[in-house]
C-alpha cells in the first residue's frame, strides 16, 4: 500500500454506537491530521498530531477522540455522536512541518441516524 | 470574516479551453502559503499547486499555474487544456505564517466545481 489509507470508507451508527475510523501512511511522515468536511462548508480541521504529540484541538466535541500510537497511525474514536456529525472525515499527513502540502487519504463517509 | 473566499460555487469548461478559478485570501501575515486541491468524486483530496508568499514567480505545475497577485490578494488557479478527467471540486487553502517546524495549519474555501465538457 502506499500513501494515506483509510477505514472504513462507508461507516452508517446510531447515536449511542462506538465506532472509530483509522488512517494509516505510508509515507514516513510525521504529522498527522483530522478534518472534516460537511456539505456546502469548508474544509474544517479537527486534530493534529506532530511527531505522535497533538498539537492541535480546533474546539472539538469530546465525542471525537483521537489517538495518535504512532507516526504511521491515527484513529478517530467516535461516541454518542449527533446526526450534525454526518460528513466525509478526511485524514491527511505531511513531513515535520517544513514541507508546504498535505497528502489526503480518500476520507470516511460517516452517517449518524 | 472569511480567510479564503472562492466566488464561483460552480464552472464549466470546454475541453482544451482554459479556465480560470478564482480564490481571494485575507491575512495579516507576511510570510503565508496558498495551495490548490483537486477533490474528485472518490473523496481523496489531490496536492495541485503551491505558492509563497516570498515567491517572485508564479507557480506553475504541468498544465495548472497559479496566478499569484499579492497586493490584490488573490491567488487564482489557471487550468490549461482542460481534460474531462479535470471534472471536481477544486479547493484553495492557505497556511499562515511562516514553516516553523510545527504541523502545517491549512484554511480551506467552500471550493468551486468544475464541469469540463465535450
Known amino acids: 500500500e502506499t500513501g494515506v489509507t483509510q477505514t472504513p470508507r462507508h461507516l452508517v451508527m446510531g447515536m449511542t454506537n462506538k465506532k472509530s475510523l483509522k488512517c494509516e501512511q505510508h509515507?514516513?511522515?510525521?504529522?498527522m491530521y483530522w478534518y472534516k468536511q460537511s456539505a456546502k462548508k469548508p474544509l474544517e480541521l479537527m486534530f493534529v498530531?506532530?511527531?505522535?504529540?497533538?498539537?492541535e484541538n480546533n474546539s472539538v466535541p469530546s465525542r471525537f477522540s483521537p489517538e495518535c500510537p504512532n507516526s504511521s497511525h491515527l484513529f478517530l474514536h467516535l461516541h454518542t455522536l449527533q446526526p450534525e456529525d454526518s460528513a466525509l472525515y478526511l485524514c491527511?499527513?505531511?513531513?515535520?512541518?517544513?514541507?508546504?502540502?498535505?497528502?489526503f487519504g480518500p476520507g470516511t463517509r460517516l452517517t449518524v441516524t | 470574516a472569511q480567510k479564503i473566499t472562492q466566488t464561483q460555487p460552480g464552472m464549466f469548461v470546454q475541453e482544451k479551453e482554459a479556465v480560470t478559478l478564482d480564490c481571494t485570501y485575507d491575512?495579516?501575515?507576511?510570510?503565508?502559503?496558498l495551495f490548490w486541491y483537486k477533490q474528485p468524486s472518490s473523496g481523496e483530496m489531490i496536492f495541485l499547486i503551491y505558492?509563497?508568499?516570498?515567491?517572485?514567480q508564479n507557480a506553475t505545475e504541468g498544465r495548472y499555474s497559479l496566478n499569484f497577485q499579492k497586493a490584490r490578494k488573490s491567488a487564482n488557479l489557471v487550468i490549461s487544456a482542460s481534460q474531462l478527467g479535470d471534472s471536481a471540486m477544486y479547493f484553495c487553502?492557505?497556511?499562515?505564517?511562516?514553516?516553523?517546524?510545527?504541523?502545517?495549519?491549512?484554511?480551506f474555501g467552500t471550493g468551486t466545481r468544475l464541469q469540463v465538457t465535450l
Open positions: 487553502a492557505m497556511r499562515e505564517g511562516p514553516d516553523t517546524g510545527t504541523a502545517s495549519k491549512l484554511t
Open positions: 509515507l514516513g511522515h510525521n504529522a
Open positions: 498530531y506532530n511527531f505522535k504529540e497533538q498539537t
Open positions: 491527511a499527513s505531511s513531513p515535520d512541518g517544513t514541507s508546504y502540502e498535505q497528502y
Open positions: 491575512t495579516s501575515d507576511q510570510s503565508y502559503g
Open positions: 505558492q509563497g508568499s516570498y515567491d517572485e
